[in-house]
């Protein structure tokens, strides 16, 4: 018999509106949804600065993973949403920061915008506990 799906909620305003949980696994594998640069009261962090925005993203991915009994260690695939693309190098640093020596798979691309303007990035994450 198969184990049921885990959820779990970063706490996010967004997420009962949408209908989505923060990460969802199920069996050994992890998709973290869209993260946005959101503090624990709900309110953008690091209005204009996007290296700071992507550190309280993967901070965020970090902790949803910690909560479904993984880690950063585990993340196979990333993709890096920005809406201005001139800033790939200051998030791409701070990804470095937190996968350096994990290296996943991994796309950077612009969009338009987010569901709040303030916003410059968000990231998407895939995981497989394989340990």
Not at 3 to 10: C, D, G, T
Not at 34 to 53: E, I, K, N
Not at 85 to 109: C, K, L, M, Q
Request: glycine share 8%; proline share 6%.
């Amino acid at each position: 018999m198969s184990k049921p799906r885990q959820r779990v909620s970063s706490g996010s305003p967004y997420e009962p509106i949408i209908g989505i949980s923060r990460a969802v696994r199920a069996g050994n594998l992890i998709a973290v949804s869209g993260t946005a640069p959101l503090g624990p009261d709900g309110r953008t962090v690091g209005a204009g600065d996007p290296a700071a925005q992507a550190r309280r993203c993967l901070e965020i991915i970090r902790d949803a993973l910690e909560a479904l009994g993984a880690g950063l260690r585990h993340v196979h695939r990333t993709r890096t949403l920005l809406t201005r693309i001139d800033d790939w190098e200051s998030v791409a640093r701070v990804h470095g920061d937190f996968f350096r020596d994990i290296r996943p798979a991994n796309t950077i691309v612009q969009v338009s915008r987010f569901i709040d303007p303030e916003w410059l990035v968000e990231f998407e994450a895939d995981a497989m506990v394989d340990d």
